[in-house]
């Protein structure tokens, strides 16, 4: 069995509401007078409530209702006579007696108001047609009487003020019509059969076209008003609509407005739009929508980064856009929303994008395209709301996901600039002598470009952090990179929205041989300092950050291979230091000398050492390949056969 859905297991309450969350009592609301005052039902009492209804059951069943009701449900029904118990004991069939006993509760319940009314409504007009029957065989039978009045019916007869007739005066004939031939009378049969059923035919279907219309009238004008009150309570901007052109407008005049206008807009978005972000409640049919958008442009903003990799190939994502929601009227206004302040987003990036000092930017009406970085292209493109459906072939993208909603916060931020500016304003009457210097609104652009390139390079830094750690890992180098890329927390990052010039910032930690080696500090938009054992260095390039890594690199591996010669060869006079300007290690003890060098060609580590043997003069070289071993126990192997020998 499949499982139910969730919105059938959910359980409500059927019983309304009477208190609300302070626990005091729901008033209901009557009506609200022209000058804002609420009228409320009155609160009834409980006694006088049960007065009424005594009064009501007295009056609608008699005074003497408690006097023949039972307490079991019963009513009391007069003693029968001994004459009748006699006369029902040897005249009722046994078959009788039980449709009796069948019958007895029915005739023991009283009937309602609406049983009375209803059998009332079925005699009265048999009651008058019986009433005229009667009326006419009086009238004729005293005709007849004043004719005749010798007979036997002559004592019976009441005096009349109608005049004495003539014998004969009442006669009867039987007048009929020719009988039609038996074709005709089928003929004439026929054609009155057909014109019924073509009449009833069509009667029948007005009336069934009337009732549907009359079902689809009431249907509306119930959905009319949940819809409305739907809208009220997810608290949108609900306010009477003006009363349409030639509407009566004098004192005693209906000013009740059907139509309600929703506003959905932003308040500080511009007039425009604003302008645009109205909508009515339909009262008519209107597609299926309960809204009215008279100016709804039906456009969704779509974000794409073009990236090119390395090998040539060009790789695009998109934001998620997802397709409009016609459930109800608040996904409704909630989408409608959604599209217009993305409308109002790419009429900003187009103000900016036209005055951006990128070279290699494109401005048109519904496309702007702007080069973020040497290899990526940000592009914002107005696309209609019915394509809006993601597919396998256009992959969403985080990152544009996270553009697309700081899109929408960069905006409100310079809403709240808008209106903070406003309100600083003098209001005075007396203009000041020199006009202040207003600052200029936060940009909605040139952030999100800054976040792009800022995340372009750290990926430069990581990639080049890579490549040393996998060339040391190659070796048999212990190799371990930290990387932060964001370092602010949650609250730093929501305050940076406050200031203009806000940046963030990371960090990222190079280990080598278990020994942390190599810092770097970074900033947005393109900001990194390298913090050596020597100095802080500013790098400016690429090319600078890998010559200052490879020669930290080196320094530290060359150090571990110095405290390596020290505990290897076993003399504790031996000399053992590294020269950082050579990149060279170099140790002697008992006559022997060692000389290491290292360098890291083209992402892999190349090792040398020169030996000099205690009574040699000539200088062995020794170099290293992968078929040796680790970097390290190659350098150990080294030390230890000259300390041997």
Aim: charged share 25%.
């Amino acid at each position: 069995m499949t499982e139910e859905p969730p919105y059938k297991k959910l359980r409500l309450s059927l019983e309304q509401p009477y208190k609300d969350d302070g626990g005091e009592r729901i008033l209901q609301l009557l009506d609200i007078a022209p000058d804002g005052e609420r009228v409320y039902k009155p609160r009834e009492e409980p006694v006088a409530r049960l007065g009424d209804n005594l009064t009501r059951v007295i009056r609608e069943r008699g005074i003497d209702f408690f006097e023949k009701y039972k307490p079991d449900g019963a009513w009391r029904d007069a003693e029968p006579s001994e004459a009748d118990a006699s006369d029902s004991d040897t005249d009722v069939e046994p078959d009788a007696a039980k449709s009796k006993a069948r019958d007895g509760d029915d005739k023991q319940r009283p009937m309602t108001v609406d049983e009375l009314h209803a059998m009332r409504t079925e005699m009265i007009p048999h009651l008058y047609t019986a009433m005229g029957e009667m009326s006419l065989a009086r009238d004729l039978l005293a005709l007849v009487s004043s004719a005749t009045p010798s007979g036997p019916l002559a004592p019976l007869a009441q005096p009349s003020p109608m005049p004495n007739l003539p014998a004969g005066t009442l006669t009867g004939s039987t007048v009929s019509n020719p009988p039609p031939l038996p074709s005709v009378a089928q003929f004439n049969a026929q054609l009155t059969l057909g014109a019924k059923d073509n009449a009833l035919r069509q009667a029948s279907e007005v009336l069934r076209n009337a009732a549907d219309t009359m079902e689809r009238t009431r249907k509306r004008d119930e959905s009319y008003w949940v819809d409305a009150l739907t809208a009220r309570a997810a608290n949108w901007s609900l306010v009477p609509a003006p009363l349409p052109p030639g509407a009566p407008t004098g004192k005693n005049a209906d000013k009740t407005a059907r139509d309600f206008i929703i506003s959905f807009g932003l308040e500080e978005a511009p007039l425009e739009f604003r302008r645009r972000a109205m909508a009515y409640l339909s009262a008519v049919d209107n597609d299926g929508s309960p809204l009215v958008f008279q100016h709804r442009q039906k456009m969704r903003l779509r974000i794409a980064l073009s990236r090119e990799e390395a090998d040539g190939t060009k790789n695009v994502s998109y934001n998620s856009l997802h397709a409009p929601d016609d459930s109800d009227v608040n996904s409704i206004l909630k989408y409608a929303q959604q599209e217009l302040i993305e409308q109002e987003v790419f009429h900003e990036l187009f103000r900016e994008a036209e005055k951006f000092p990128s070279g290699d930017t494109r401005v048109s009406e519904r496309l702007i395209s702007v080069s973020v970085a040497h290899t990526m292209q940000l592009s914002f493109t107005l696309v209609p709301s019915a394509t809006c459906n993601n597919s396998d072939e256009e992959p969403s993208s985080p990152l544009c996901d996270l553009i697309h909603a700081a899109l929408k916060l960069l905006l409100l931020r310079r809403h709240s600039f808008v209106k903070k500016q406003r309100s600083s304003t003098s209001t005075s009457l007396t203009a000041p002598t020199t006009a202040p210097i207003q600052a200029p609104p936060p940009k909605i652009l040139q952030p999100i470009i800054d976040l792009i390139q800022y995340q372009s390079f750290c990926d430069r830094i990581a990639n080049e952090l890579r490549k040393v750690c996998a060339a040391l890992w190659a070796v048999g180098v212990h190799a371990k990179m930290r990387m932060t890329r964001v370092g602010e927390s949650g609250n730093d990052l929501v305050a940076l929205l406050d200031s203009p010039d806000g940046s963030i910032g990371g960090e990222a930690v190079l280990r080598v041989a278990h020994r942390p080696t190599f810092r770097l500090t970074f900033q947005s938009p393109a900001m990194l300092v390298a913090q050596t054992s020597q100095a802080n260095v500013t790098i400016s390039s690429i090319a600078q950050l890998a010559q200052v890594l490879h020669d930290e690199v080196k320094l530290a591996v060359l150090e571990r291979i110095c405290d390596i010669g020290k505990a290897t060869c076993g003399d504790p006079k031996a000399l053992w230091f590294v020269d950082g300007v050579s990149s060279r290690t170099m140790g002697r003890w008992g006559g022997h000398s060692a000389t290491f060098q290292m360098s890291l060609e083209s992402g892999a580590v190349v090792a040398d050492a020169w030996t000099i043997r205690s009574g040699v003069t000539t200088a062995v070289n020794v170099a290293y390949s992968p078929a040796a071993g680790q970097l390290l126990d190659w350098a150990t192997g080294i030390v230890r056969n000259l300390s041997a020998q």
